[in-house]
């Protein structure tokens, strides 16, 4: 079965580190752009940030520059997402996705086009 898997969700403090990782099975991850999103609650969801299959560029949102990164693990057939000094307002499903079409453009982060794959996501929640 071909899918996407995230996982490392789970409650911290403000100011704490979580680590996610999406995860391919049934395919190559090497091969596709993959794109991370988060959804707030009551919010719409947003781009977080992307990477190319080459992991030649990496494009994160403006504001969370510094806070997080992205990166592969081509060997793990993942993708992960490093995230420190976390904020209340970094709460939400983080979900991430796969595409390789011209339609999938890594630098357009916040627009979801010609996604190959969806993960089902993962819960982040920072709460004092």
């Known amino acids: 079965q071909l899918q996407l898997v995230e996982s490392g969700g789970g409650s911290v403090q403000p100011g704490g580190s979580l680590t996610l990782s999406c995860t391919a099975s049934?395919?190559?991850?090497?091969?596709?752009?993959i794109g991370w999103f988060r959804q707030a609650p009551g919010n719409v969801r947003e781009g977080v940030g992307c990477?190319?299959?080459?992991?030649?560029?990496?494009y994160l949102k403006e504001v969370l520059k510094g806070r997080f990164t992205i990166a592969r693990d081509n060997a793990k057939n993942t993708v992960g997402l490093q995230m420190s000094s976390l904020k209340p307002e970094d709460t939400g499903v983080y979900y991430c996705?796969?595409?390789?079409?011209?339609?999938?453009?890594?630098?357009?982060?916040?627009?979801?086009?010609?996604?190959?794959?969806w993960g089902k996501g993962t819960l982040v929640t920072v709460s004092s």
């Open positions: 990477i190319t299959r080459n992991s030649e560029s990496t």
């Open positions: 049934g395919f190559t991850l090497a091969t596709y752009h």
């Open positions: 996705a796969a595409g390789r079409t011209m339609g999938f453009v890594c630098a357009d982060y916040d627009v979801e086009r010609e996604v190959d794959f």
